[in-house]
């Protein structure tokens, strides 16, 4: 059972374009949203975080969109540049974290030039 | 240097062989988690545990062994590989404020 629905899989936006990468939860018990960007080879890093007490949350770049009644959120790259181009995934918990994170599937970003 | 060590960080083993993964953090954290990550499947956790000496199972833990008499290493152990467990496997932890940090990754292969 996939408690975390991510999309899409892969992804191809221009350099400057907006690539936004949607998620679905199903328990509503959680209430911690981080978004992890992980570089071939690399481990997954968190990249922004939202708990369901706001419905938006930008840190530089990069925007987190919650939307509480329909259990989405979605991360919003604004003028995505080549160096954005990894993959990211989706996660959900019961905050603080020391639960285990759900992840999604992942999203393969690839930004052009 | 502070953080989060995995090793081996490449590894080849034979189907029916006993493997040990290690992990070491640094930082003191409390909570220690293994995942693993194949293509189409994302990150599934495999184990976590709490604290030294608690260990739980996460969504797929048949075939893995976990221990935690120090704080500071989980290691993670196939008992007996099968292929279906060749992966990349991470391992990462956290104070309990939401963040995890994720070590550097290994790749296992079963032949």
């Known amino acids: 059972q996939q408690q975390v629905k991510q999309s899409p899989q892969s992804l191809i936006v221009q350099k400057g374009g907006i690539p936004i990468i949607n998620c679905a939860y199903e328990n509503t018990a959680f209430d911690y949203f981080p978004w992890y960007q992980q570089f071939p080879g690399k481990g997954p890093a968190l990249l922004i975080a939202i708990r369901p007490d706001v419905s938006e949350k930008k840190e530089g770049r990069f925007t987190i969109s919650f939307n509480k009644s329909a259990k989405q959120f979605s991360l919003h790259i604004m003028d995505s540049q080549p160096g954005d181009s990894a993959t990211y995934f989706c996660a959900a918990s019961v905050y603080p974290g020391n639960t285990p994170l759900v992840f999604g599937k992942g999203t393969r970003l690839s930004v052009i030039a | 240097d502070a953080g989060i060590t995995q090793s081996p960080r490449y590894k080849i083993t034979e189907t029916g062989r006993q493997v040990t993964l290690m992990c070491h953090q640094t930082?003191?954290?409390?909570?220690m988690f293994w995942y693993r990550q194949d293509l189409g499947h994302g990150l599934r956790l495999i184990y976590y545990s709490a604290a030294a000496d608690i260990t739980d199972k996460g969504e797929v833990p048949d075939g893995y062994v976990v221990s935690r008499s120090k704080t500071e290493n989980f290691p993670l152990t196939l008992e007996s590989a099968t292929r279906s467990q060749t992966s990349v496997y991470f391992c990462?932890?956290?104070?309990?404020?939401?963040?995890?940090?994720f070590g550097p990754g290994t790749r296992l292969t079963v032949t």
């Open positions: 990462a932890s956290t104070s309990g404020q939401a963040e995890q940090y």
């Open positions: 930082w003191s954290h409390s909570y």
